[in-house]
């Protein structure tokens, strides 16, 4: 049978008064040191860098303060959380990954109209400019016309 005292509520934000200490992170992708006053129960980017084989002394006392069994239990729970945080990474990294894609796809489709425009506005360019000429030709001959009648 379970006892009472098995379902006792654990208070996560009950935090010791500890002096910070910093350690660097084996976590690659981590820039800054890791404060290790810090928690991972409180944090989810302590918690996956806890995941990655970084506890903090926190932490340690933490759970030296708990009971065997309450201990079990919260480093299962952490467990859970820090396997929580990288799935949502994960999940966000593939996420952005499928974003990439499409802006990718977006920019290729871009790049071909792109081009497809410039070579319209050679097309365009021509055009004018042969119709400038024509018109030039147009103009001087009805200036030569003008002229030819003024004589006259």
Do not use: H
């Not at 509520?9 to 800054?32: H, T």
Request: hydrophobic content about 35%.
């Amino acid at each position: 049978m379970a006892s009472s005292s098995s379902k006792k509520q654990f208070d996560l934000n009950a935090v010791p008064n500890v002096p910070p200490e910093i350690r660097c992170s084996s976590f690659s992708s981590q820039k800054d040191p890791l404060i290790t006053s810090g928690s991972m129960m409180l944090d989810d980017d302590i918690a996956a860098s806890v995941a990655k084989g970084i506890i903090t002394p926190l932490d340690e006392k933490l759970l030296a303060d708990r009971t065997d069994d309450e201990a079990i239990n919260e480093s299962m729970a952490l467990s859970i959380q820090c396997a929580s945080s990288v799935s949502n990474m994960a999940r966000r990294l593939q996420v952005r990954g499928n974003e990439v894609q499409e802006l990718r796809t977006q920019v290729l489709i871009l790049q071909r109209r792109n081009r497809g425009l410039q070579q319209e506005n050679k097309e365009l360019k021509k055009l004018v400019d042969s119709y400038a000429n024509d018109m030039r030709k147009k103009y001087s001959e009805l200036e030569m016309n003008t002229n030819r009648l003024r004589e006259q």
